[in-house]
């Protein structure tokens, strides 16, 4: 049975493809991607570091190709559709067949294989440039470990291990300055993911693997795991914090301090130490030397909790320790059942950590 479909609806039709095509198009040529900031919200579209930079040229380029095949094959197809509609009247008989075109044939296999051929081309360049780099002699190293659901961040030649916010030097064209990443995973398979400064990397569990970030911009850039870990995979949330270069000294400076230790807070100090906190964390220089938990020689130097989970403050460092599982329910860190007034202490005490 033959269905007629209305005039109408398929003009509906036309529209709908030929605005769906101009919204493609002016989302390809807007100028979106101008601003030269760090966001607060993951952007692959502006990147602020040189590996990135090279990813998204060859991105473009792949849109681009993509875009204009998009462009001719909807655009024949739908001027196909349109033109040779069925309309009333018509006979019902098959258009006349047409086989063995070489000319057609021969373009539409040798099109597509120059294609490819430069889109290979191009990524495998890219790809070259990007993990060929090779580390110049005052480029920072970082060790960054995956952890369910936290990174462990070390810098060996520092002699600093801190947790979730990892702070780099900017890179200036006077002096380039980039960091060279060494991935490993305590547990399981993560993924290291920085959009703004490089692509992704993932962080497998008896393997190293190898990247670099080189900011051109201070700030503070985020970004997340990017590999289903387990029930905490959304709350592995990174920070990377880009200082200019004496900044970045500052930092390591105190970074390298040993922990405070204020006597005001002695009860909830003494009070920690006798628990199995010092199984799971460390404070440098003291018994409690735990690597399954984050370093807390200066957790209060953080800005968030539980991978950024929440914010590292006074009141929600307390809600945590009392009850980590409420905040981020399946964390390795159990409830230590204390009492308020054990709370109390051990939050004092851990405020000092700065
Ligand atoms: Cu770690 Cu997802």
Sequence with gaps: MMVHLPRKKSSLRALAAASFLFIAAAFLVSPVFAAEVPTTVTNIFRPLSIPAQAIREVSFLVLAICAGIFLVVGGLLAYTVVRFRQRPGDDGREPPQIYGSNQLEFAWTVIPIVTVFVL?????????DVQGAIPPADALNVTVVGHQWWWEIRYPELGIVTANEMHVPVSESSKRRPTFLKLESADVAHSFWVPQLAGKTDVIPNRENRMWIEPLQPGTYVGNCAEYCGMQHAHMLLRVIVHPAEDFEKWAMAQRQPPVDDPQARAGRDLFFSTSCINCHTVRGTQAAGTFGPDLTHLMSRETLGAGTVPNTAEKLRDWVRDPQTIKEGC????????????NQIVAYLLTLK
């Design 120 to 128: 290979f081309l191009a990524t495998a360049r890219t790809i070259y």
């Design 332 to 343: 390795n860190m159990p409830d230590m059942q204390l009492t308020d007034t054990q709370l």
